[in-house]
């Protein structure tokens, strides 16, 4: 059973240009979450998301950020006008479909953008 | 989700036992203490997670508190590839649980 993918592993952007993280969750997940983590710092939730559905989006910056998860395909991170603040390393973890606070996150490697 | 207090900091010396410890005065008697752990470089992964009783698997074993107000993780044998940034999370078992409230975590050094 292949883990959580996350692609690219790395991405260089310049300011201003768009940045698309890709997550596949593990098979038979259907919970997303997305999670960034800044140089040197504790990693802080961004959204959740099911199949279609935002459910909780408190996370994520009011402007340039939107993340989707299709009925089919993976969950997409999108940044939109990057700037130097977003370089980070943003993960993407899953869970099974029963959500409890018992339930485990399974986190892909992650993706490290970089704003030039 | 409330919080918890860890040490910034811990060294470990290979093979010998390591005792992490976490503080969460403010917990509730809905909240599961849940362990993950992020290798240098990769994302976080879970470790253990309890309620009231103390838990074993094989990566570690969990003691709480009689008044679960403070948690230990133990390593039974520290080896080089523990070293890691150790997060200790409470989640509220009242509604959906969703997110993982990462603090600051505790980086165990572990030498030879």
């Known amino acids: 059973n292949a883990g959580v993918m996350q692609n690219p592993r790395h991405l260089v952007r310049r300011r201003g240009q768009e940045a698309r993280l890709r997550c596949s969750p593990m098979?038979?997940?259907?919970?997303v979450y997305w999670y960034r983590q800044l140089p040197e710092e504790g990693l802080k939730f961004m959204v959740y998301l099911q199949k279609e559905n935002i459910i909780d989006e408190s996370g994520m910056p009011k402007e340039r950020f939107s993340a989707e998860f299709p009925k089919e395909g993976p969950s997409i991170l999108r940044i939109q006008q990057v700037v130097r603040g977003d370089s980070a390393a943003y993960f993407c973890?899953?869970?099974?479909?029963?959500?409890?606070?018992?339930?485990?996150?399974?986190f892909g490697p992650g993706t490290r953008l970089t704003v030039l | 989700d409330a919080k918890t207090t860890q040490p910034n900091s811990m060294e470990s010396n290979e093979e010998e036992p390591v005792h992490l410890p976490c503080n969460h005065s403010t917990i509730s008697g809905t909240d599961y203490i849940h362990w993950y752990r992020q290798l240098p470089s990769q994302g976080p992964e879970y470790v253990i997670h309890g309620l009231t009783s103390n838990v074993n698997n094989r990566m570690a074993s969990l003691a709480i508190a009689e008044d679960r107000k403070s948690s230990t993780l133990i390593l039974h044998r520290a080896t080089l590839r523990d070293a890691a940034v150790y997060y200790c999370?409470?989640?509220?078992?009242?509604?959906?649980?969703?997110?993982?409230?990462f603090g600051t975590g505790t980086r165990l050094q572990v030498t030879l």
């Open positions: 999370i409470l989640r509220d078992n009242t509604g959906t649980a969703s997110k993982l409230t």
């Open positions: 098979k038979g997940h259907s919970h």
């Open positions: 973890a899953s869970s099974p479909r029963t959500v409890s606070s018992t339930d485990t996150q399974y």
